[in-house]
């Protein structure tokens, strides 16, 4: 046997790291085939610009905007599956010497098409010039000319397994048409990009696909990565009383009582997208540390009635709150947000806040389990159960840091373990509470004024 050394030293590293969950950026879906994937993120809006595939008129280029006004570090935009693209020519550029390009990928496969128009050319002239240097060269695709002389359209749809992305295009505008479900959508996103987001908006606010998403993010609540879902309508029945049954799309959603969806009124909801601003600038802050209510919007303008172009009446502000959703609504002058409630009239604040607690408590103890195993292990003995109570301590120490919470009852263990979870490893029955700290709304203020006595002074 070989001499050994006086002394040895052996270090473990026990500085293994579980990832949490992204509690704060926020994802718009929109009909497109701007994106070669699914998912795209991005750091600022010059990133977006820099993709000429994305029109600066499009859904999606507005709802970057949207975020990173507010001023969001990040945002990411996602892609519904189109069933059509519709090119339109500009119609100034109609009947001048104009160059047109499209650029369309189907996988592997690019197929571009260009052409100068003559001052005697019509759209449909042109546009069967390019469906036809398109349709030669890319297989997968149908491009066809629809409509007559200067009410031509070109409309691409996919004719193979593989869905085609545009590359970029002149001249031109596009709109989409999608049918794709919303369970399907959100499957496919969160099989790409589940850890990367926690606020989903989306650009279609129909009726139907917002019934149809809520149950998909609420069912995202057992999850590692739980989400919240934020629209916004401009429905006018939503600016009258409640009616039962519901026939809007914000009463239908707080009569369903969904804990993770937040709806919004706003005149321009179709267009602006000001779910993206809210959840834009919401994200930034750890959850549960910002009140939703106060926040003040730039480049967005108050609510406005359809009918009298004036700012909401009370009454009418009412009405949306009535609804458990929010609006940009003015007070002296200033116009910030109201409301920050989910459709069960739950606070969104409060949501995203157990979403954080309960990320923080399952990541620290797994770096426990994960750490201690380099040397030994956590076992059944009141030491160690003690470890496991002194994380999720340290949880609740660092919410009532934060102002999530104004106090806690420690964590406790149980003294004695049933055979059978011992046996199947299994530590359970520790329990804790804790005070949410809230957030003041409104603030009431009684005084008396009166003539003091000349005989008191």
Known sequence: MPSMP????????????VQGADLGTTMFVSANNFLPYRTMNFGSIQEVRDMDSIPTDSSAYQAALMAFSAGAARFMLGKRIADKATYTLDTNRIGKVTTYNITVSTGENISSASYESLTTDDAETILGVIAASLSSGAAEITATVVGTEADAVLEITDSGTVNHVVGSFTNMTVAFESTEPAAT???????EAEQDFYFLTCEDHTEEFVLQMAPEIEATESSDYPKQYHFSVQESEVLTPVADPAIDTLGKVQELG?????????HNADTIFPEVWITGKMGQSIAGTKNWKFQIPNGIETAKDPVTGKSLSTGKQGYIKDRNASWFGTERGQTFNHGGKVASGEWADVIRSVDFLNDLIETRLLNLELNESTNGKISFTSADKSLVANVVDSVLAYGVDLKILTGYVPCSVPDEVPFEDQANRILQGLNWAGYLAGAVNFIVVDGVLTYKDSSLS
């Open 258 to 266: 969904y804990t993770r969806t937040a709806g919004r009124w706003h």
């Open 6 to 17: 006086s002394i040895t030293s052996r270090i473990a590293r026990a500085t293994n790291a």
């Open 185 to 191: 959508l959100l499957g496919e996103v969160l099989e």
